[in-house]
């Protein structure tokens, strides 16, 4: 399957973003689904997950009340809405899939090439 973020960009802090994330070449309702993110000289780091059905997710506490994930099988997408940015925000963001639920990065077998978010303070 292939993915392809986007959505990102320049926004004050306090403001929100919606990220998309299309996939190809396969449906993803076989898949969980996840976001991750990495800062300049920072690892990559979880974002949030969600499960096949779309029922259940997961989210980092430092994300958890402001992000929200969520996917429509049927347009072969995922989502992840982001309110009450913050500079610490910053980084790019990558949507993956694979057959785990999980908040590890080696659980996601196929990743997109990233969309940059920068939240001005």
């Known amino acids: 399957v292939q993915l392809q973020a986007s959505g990102g960009g320049l926004v004050q802090a306090g403001g929100s973003l919606r990220l998309s994330c299309a996939a190809s070449?396969?449906?993803?309702?076989?898949?969980?689904m996840g976001w991750f993110r990495q800062a300049p000289g920072k690892e990559r780091e979880f974002v949030a997950a969600?499960?096949?059905?779309?029922?259940?997710?997961l989210y980092a506490d430092s994300v958890k009340g402001r992000f929200a994930i969520s996917r429509d099988n049927a347009k072969n997408m995922e989502y992840l809405q982001m309110n009450s940015l913050k500079p610490e925000d910053t980084a790019v963001y990558y949507c993956?899939?694979?057959?785990?639920?999980?908040?590890?990065?080696?659980?996601?077998?196929?990743w997109g090439q990233g969309t940059q978010v920068t939240v001005s303070s």
């Open positions: 993956a899939a694979g057959g785990s639920y999980s908040n590890m990065w080696n659980g996601y077998d196929y």
């Open positions: 070449g396969r449906t993803i309702s076989g898949y969980y």
């Open positions: 969600i499960n096949r059905g779309g029922g259940s997710t």
